[in-house]
């Protein structure tokens, strides 16, 4: 997939148009990484270090808390997500992109709305209610319309690219994962909706820090409607070329089907929440969803065959130069390292997205038994986003963005096996001190000692891998074809 790709579209009987693609749009991704770097994995390492290392907590920190995560949600993977799907959805459907100037504009409202949110935030905590701090509040205000803005046209975009589309018979490729990008739609569309409503509370109470059951709501409603479902949409088409896997020949549609459902229902006990209406049936139906959406997660992973290779694929080996000197491809997989070791990424990802979906269904059904959850559900959230949707932009953007930008290699290949080995370092250091038992800390305190320590170096670590990516992405952007 390149900037140039062109398809043929039939107009009559004797008329067939070109029809050209708008081109990648490398400053979503360069925003991206900028929002991660300064906002999301950078406070991340503050935070981290400030917990593990024991320094006093400070009346601002459920600011940067809220500020960090929204940069790592909307900055970090929201614009990956944007950036990504509008280049490649369209490609899937066969239709072009319907107001390319638009792209523009997009970037511009939700850059614009992080910043004051990533930056207003912390400094709304530290002045309180001081001489500007009523006027940093309702700058918060507008950085939820501005991001409620982008998001909007993001998605009417979308809709109005892909409206026409709906005779699945011409578009198999598409067809099979379009309930995925449709959940990915209603999930932004809340968290728009949510978002606006939450800092307009906040500003109107005087206070620093979202409500947080709207932030909760704000949060789930993203990653179960939004991040999860393009993921798995990227994957059941991308994956298979890039590893050599089978094609999807199983029921993709009612796998999504069956994830929209349970991840409706498990947004139910958020969503009454807002109105002091959570009790025992609330806390059932939560539990049977989460058992549910656990379910189907594993087995999307299974029916992938990327972990577990069931389906063997045969795949000629691509070329780039012809001749008795021409060099053979990686053993089972069409490329020749020169996007780096980015399988490695994949395949973590994908068995932190199994442990998540596991613990998903232990605690499930330890609130359907009304027992106390088994794993925390802020440890889940971080598999989720820092082992399974953080790596797996890592492993795709290195492996997509050269042909995105017409170009046959990433810079710095090198680079990416440190990556691997540095997300996963810092998944660990900050999933495990969370999950261990109190009893083997007090049984060891060198246990429990050498766990906040590695919690305090979390964040650092995840860092460093971002900095290695933003190296690796940005010199692709910067070479010549």
């Known amino acids: 997939m390149t900037n140039d790709t062109t398809v043929e579209k ?4 004797d008329t067939v148009l070109p029809l050209r693609h708008a081109p990648f749009r ?10 991660a770097i300064l906002g999301g994995f950078g406070l991340a390492g503050h935070l981290s270090a400030v917990i593990g290392f024991g320094f006093p907590l ?10 960090h995560g929204h940069a790592q949600l909307i900055g970090w993977a929201g614009l990956f997500v944007m950036a990504f799907s509008l280049h490649v959805v369209p490609r899937l459907a066969s239709v072009p992109l319907a107001h390319p100037r638009w792209v523009a504009a997009i970037l511009r409202l939700m850059g614009a709305g992080l910043l004051l949110r990533t930056a207003g935030q912390p400094a709304l905590a530290y002045l309180g209610a001081r001489a500007g701090g009523a006027g940093v509040g309702w700058a918060l205000v507008a950085s939820g319309l501005l991001e409620g803005a982008g998001i ?8 109005r690219s892909l409206r026409g589309t709906g005779d699945l018979r011409t578009q198999p490729a598409f067809a099979a994962v379009r309930p995925f990008f449709g959940t990915m739609i209603a999930g932004w569309l809340i968290f728009g909706v949510v978002n606006v409503i939450s800092v307009t509370d906040m500003a109107l109470r005087g206070r620093a820090v979202v409500d947080s059951t709207w932030d909760l709501l704000a949060i789930q409603s993203f990653l179960d409607l939004a991040l999860l479902p393009v993921a798995m949409a990227f994957s059941v088409r991308l994956l298979p070329m890039f590893l050599a896997l089978s094609a999807a020949f199983w029921p993709v549609r009612e796998t999504a089907y069956a994830y ?12 009454v929440a807002l109105f002091g209406l959570a009790n025992r049936s609330v806390d059932l139906l939560g539990g049977i969803a989460g058992m549910i959406k656990g379910g189907v997660i594993l087995w999307f992973t299974w ?4 972990l577990t290779r069931r389906r063997p694929v045969e795949r000629p080996a691509r070329f780039l130069q012809i001749g008795p000197a021409r060099p053979p491809t990686r053993p089972g997989l069409p490329d020749f390292g020169e996007f780096g070791r980015f399988e490695l990424l994949v395949y973590s990802a994908y068995v932190w997205l199994v442990l998540a979906a596991l613990f998903e269904m232990l605690n499930g059904w330890a609130m359907a038994q009304g027992l106390p959850l088994a794993v925390g559900e802020g440890v889940v959230r971080h598999i989720y986003l820092l082992g399974f949707i953080t790596q797996l932009i890592c492993g795709v953007s290195v492996r997509t963005l050269p042909g995105f930008l017409g170009k046959r290699a990433v810079a710095c290949p090198p680079l990416v096996a440190p990556m691997f080995w540095l997300m996963n370092a810092a998944t660990v250091l900050r999933v495990v001190p969370l999950i261990l038992p109190s009893a083997a800390k007090d049984l060891a305190p060198a246990v429990g000692q050498m766990a906040r320590v590695g919690f305090g170096l979390s964040g650092v670590v995840a860092l460093a891998a971002v900095i290695l990516l933003a190296i690796s992405l940005v010199g692709t952007m910067r070479t010549d074809r």
């Open 260 to 271: 929209l459902a349970a991840a409706c229902l498990a947004l139910v006990a958020p969503a």
């Open 10 to 13: 039939t107009t009559d009987a």
């Open 152 to 159: 909007a046209v993001y998605l009417l975009l979308l809709v």
């Open 303 to 306: 029916q992938l065959d990327l």
């Open 58 to 67: 400070g009346p601002a920190f459920p600011a940067l808390v809220q500020a």
């Open 26 to 35: 490398p400053a979503f991704p360069a925003v991206a990484l900028a929002a």
